[in-house]
């Protein structure tokens, strides 16, 4: 993936990993990166596990896991390793 450095873009791509960033609105840069790097290096299931990250799922798990941490219903870390 390659994608400008700005908004989400930096939260999602880890640079070396995933993909690559770049200035935003740098049109050569762009090209450089096109036409230099290896995207075989990428590991499909590395980029994968990393876009798991922000599925909906996980993003809902968080979500309420904050809800009930602030309402204070979370779970104690000790009944939660238990009941797994």
């Known amino acids: 993936m390659i994608a400008a ?6 939260e999602t791509v880890l ?4 993909g690559v960033l770049v200035p935003e ?5 762009m090209a450089e990166v ?8 990428f590991q499909p299931r590395v980029i ?3 876009a798991e990250r922000f599925s909906t ?5 968080r ?7 602030v309402a204070g219903y ?3 870390e000790p009944a939660l390793a238990r009941a797994a």
């Open 5 to 10: 450095a700005a908004g989400g873009a930096l």
């Open 15 to 18: 640079p070396g990993e995933t």
């Open 25 to 29: 609105n740098d049109a050569d840069a």
């Open 34 to 41: 096109l036409r230099y790097t290896d995207f075989d290096r």
């Open 48 to 50: 994968r596990r990393n």
């Open 57 to 61: 799922a996980a993003f809902q798990s």
């Open 63 to 69: 979500l309420c896991s904050e809800v009930d941490r």
């Open 74 to 76: 979370a779970v104690p």
